[in-house]
């Protein structure tokens, strides 16, 4: 079942020339490309199904510093004012919140790991509360039942999964950018070594700067140019529940499921970490260097079945620039929901909060979480093709960080000082001793 999305009209004829092309028009996808619009480049996004449909839509829609890797913080921070900035300036509604996350946990060595992160946070001016008992069953009193403790990060928000992507192509499009749906890209030109033009199932479009924001197709897609990118996905369930219930923190984390309030005034239901892992062609081709993640990760993974292998989006498949291509084959990647996992999370939420005790399911729906190795993403020039950039890989984080992404990918390629320091995300380092290092918070 397709999650909750607003859709958009888009145009229908392609330009021959752009100054950048973003292939894949995911949240990340749309902000790099308002970023540049805003910044008076002409730039197209291409599409291949509907803009966000796929793990822009399909997330809790947390917009979070709390427990991020050190190497993400800083653009997460810097996320959260241009959330801000982009509803103020453009007049858009992403649906972001400065709700603050809420925490609560019974586990000692939980709590003890969230004290690490707080004391580091507030080196680098991020401001997290730890709660006592008291503080956290106080607000943690819609459970009716007692916690050793817990984490409130005041500053932290929501955004809403079901409408953001779009908002932003929507201001993308008034500022003068061009958005192409159901418009795959086959793969690009070269010309002296360089980035010379994106080939789209519509035709060419000259350029000499593409952006690659291709979600959990990126790695097969540059395993067409024979650029290496690792990358692994795991397939997630979540359910939303009908409006209606009131008395609920905003976000809500535990160990045991996690609630977050829709716009609509719902709830999005999930356990955090839980997945399927789907074999396909690529999960084999890299599994080695995702042993020590999923090997950290193993009491909320579980096997799944032949999905992915038939989604195609983990496929080593080579194509021509002239033949139908996996892309085109699969609009959007909708796959099975695991109805045991639906089954628990619902479990789970009644019991942890009796206000769900005979709250209806709206909708239920499963998506692919893509990952890199180190679960940091990669953005940046690939070296090997100049004028190639990389945005992909973002490890279930890609929304709440997305403005942060854009405006690092826009200046990176435009030459403005970066918003954030960029070594962190160069794909070159998914390479060597950086294989399998798996991130501490």
Not at 398 to 409: E, T, V, Y
């Amino acid at each position: 079942m397709p999650a909750p999305l607003v859709r958009i009209e888009t145009t229908a004829s392609q330009p021959q020339v752009a100054d950048v092309v973003v292939i894949g028009g995911g949240i990340v996808g749309v902000f790099a490309a308002h970023y540049l619009v805003r910044r008076g480049l002409k730039v197209v996004i291409v599409e291949k199904g509907l803009i966000g449909a796929e793990q822009s839509s399909r997330n809790w829609g947390w917009c979070r510093q709390q427990n991020r890797d050190a190497r993400e913080l800083p653009m997460a921070t810097k996320s959260l004012d241009l959330w801000d900035q982009f509803a103020a300036e453009s007049g858009e509604d992403t649906g972001f919140r400065r709700c603050g996350l809420l925490y609560l946990s019974n586990d000692d060595k939980e709590l003890e790991a969230w004290a690490r992160w707080r004391d580091f946070a507030q080196t680098v001016g991020v401001t997290t509360f730890m709660l006592s008992s008291t503080e956290a069953t106080e607000r943690g009193k819609a459970t009716g039942k007692e916690w050793k403790g817990g984490v409130f990060s005041p500053s932290d928000g929501t955004a809403d999964p079901s409408k953001a992507a779009t908002a932003v192509a929507r201001a993308t499009i008034s500022a003068g950018g061009i958005v192409l749906q159901n418009c795959a890209a086959r793969g690009i030109e070269t010309s002296g070594g360089r980035l010379s033009a994106v080939v789209t199932e519509l035709g060419v479009i000259r350029t000499r700067i593409a952006v690659l924001a291709g979600g959990a197709w990126a790695s097969s897609f540059c395993n067409n140019l024979d650029v290496r990118f690792p990358q692994a996905a795991v397939r997630s369930s979540i359910l939303a529940l009908v409006p209606g219930i009131e008395d609920l923190p905003d976000a809500l984390h535990t160990a045991e499921v996690s609630a977050t309030r829709r716009a609509d005034g719902g709830y999005t239901l999930a356990i955090s970490g839980r997945a399927r892992v789907d074999v396909t062609p690529q999960q084999l081709r890299f599994a080695r260097y995702f042993v020590p993640m999923f090997a950290k990760r193993w009491r909320n993974l579980a096997p799944g079945g032949l999905e992915g292998w038939r989604s195609a989006h983990e496929s080593l498949t080579r194509w021509r620039l002239d033949e139908c291509t996996p892309m085109e084959r699969m609009r959007i990647l909708d796959p099975a929901v695991d109805e045991s996992t639906i089954s628990d999370i619902l479990r789970r939420a009644r019991h942890l909060l009796p206000a769900l005790a005979h709250a209806r399911v709206s909708s239920k729906w499963a998506g692919y979480i893509d990952s890199t190795p180190d679960g940091v993403p990669a953005i940046g020039e690939v070296m090997q093709i100049p004028g190639f950039i990389l945005a992909a890989g973002f490890s279930g984080h890609g929304f709440g960080i997305a403005p942060g992404a854009g405006h690092l990918i826009a200046d990176l390629i435009t030459g403005q000082t970066p918003l954030v320091d960029p070594a962190p995300y160069r794909p070159e380092r998914l390479s060597g001793s950086n294989w399998g290092k798996v991130a501490d918070f």
